[in-house]
């Protein structure tokens, strides 16, 4: 075989991985991955740019009864129990979506206990340097956590699930929303003084991988079950 077919033959398998791969996916939905890398580099150039101490200060400089509330409630979004229910409720679409769902989430989470407690056990919260941080403003009845930071297990949960719902729905306008949603929900973090911003950063890296890869992962697995659901099992037994 000659040196022109090799590396041909080099290009075509490339051609196949950009048309079939992650890549893919990010160009389908560039709009929303557009969004996500102008937040992303945003946010490093802040982290880059001012003091830790002090830009968590400057990021929370803005609160309002509103925005506690409006951030309180937003939060949940990251949360465990969330993304278990969230999950489940397409197990009555198709299989195929509730374990990329429940998957996404499961293995991002070991990800993210794996580097809190094993690679960065002693990255501390902004919960543990308040009284350098006289005049913050924090939020009421919230239990702030002093220790296990990085990165942020809300923000990985966020959008490991949120993002692979836009995937799932397949319209670019749904990955741009759900993005927005789940940079929201990371950003709550900051504002309820639960993570540095680099915390949240981090963690939405996470979960835009997780999304990825088991999006990617399951588009092109072929089974004959994974295409059904609950529902379609439901009306089996009660027609049968």
Request: aromatic share 16%.
């Amino acid at each position: 075989m000659g040196t022109g077919s090799i590396h041909q033959e080099e290009k075509s398998i490339f051609a196949v991985y950009r048309e079939s791969g992650m890549i893919r996916i990010i160009r389908d939905y560039r709009l929303g991955f557009i969004l996500y890398a102008i937040l992303l580099l945003t946010g490093l150039l802040l982290v880059a740019a001012v003091p830790g101490l002090e830009l968590h200060v400057l990021l929370n400089s803005g609160h309002t009864k509103s925005l506690d509330t409006f951030f309180r409630l937003l939060t949940f979004l990251g949360n465990g129990w969330f993304a278990v229910i969230f999950s489940m409720l397409f197990l009555f679409i198709r299989f195929r979506y509730f374990f990329m769902l429940i998957l996404s989430f499961c293995v991002s989470g070991l990800m993210a206990q794996f580097l809190k407690r094993v690679v960065f056990p002693d990255v501390l919260r902004p919960a543990a340097y308040l009284n350098q941080m006289p005049g913050l403003d924090l939020v009421s009845g919230i239990d702030l956590h002093h220790t296990l930071a990085f990165p942020s297990g809300h923000t990985i949960t966020a959008f490991a699930v949120l993002l692979l719902a836009g995937f799932i729905i397949n319209k670019k306008y749904a990955v741009f929303g759900l993005m927005l949603v789940a940079w929201l929900a990371g950003i709550s973090r900051v504002y309820l003084s639960q993570h540095f911003l680099v915390d949240v950063l981090g963690g939405s890296i996470l979960g835009v991988l997780s999304a990825l890869f088991f999006y990617w992962y399951f588009r092109k697995f072929e089974s004959a079950w994974i295409d059904r659901s609950l529902t379609g099992l439901i009306r089996r037994i009660t027609y049968k």
